[in-house]
């Protein structure tokens, strides 16, 4: 069954041809690892998107609007911001 989850779309702003990703929202901030976080997941902010580091992701990336996206797997492999 698939799970609802908060997500923006995200595109990079410097590729001719960027590929859309979907990139997971926390509107209450990034959460920090734990055990049963993926293996991908390193640090807050990096492959997530919170308040605290919305303008951080705009510096490189074109973002949507928030969307309740219901799916057991992302779209695309969620890009790592850059500074």
Excluded: F
Excluded at 13 to 40: F, H, I, L
């Amino acid at each position: 069954m698939p799970t609802e989850r908060l997500v923006v779309i995200v595109t990079a702003k410097d590729e001719d041809n960027p590929e859309p990703a979907t990139v997971d929202y926390y509107p209450d901030g990034c959460p920090e690892p734990n055990p049963d976080t993926p293996d991908d997941y390193d640090q807050p902010h990096q492959t997530t998107v919170c308040p605290a580091c919305l303008d951080e992701w705009k510096t490189g990336y074109h973002l949507s609007q928030r969307a309740l996206y219901a799916s057991p797997d992302p779209v695309g492999t969620p890009p790592t911001p850059t500074s």
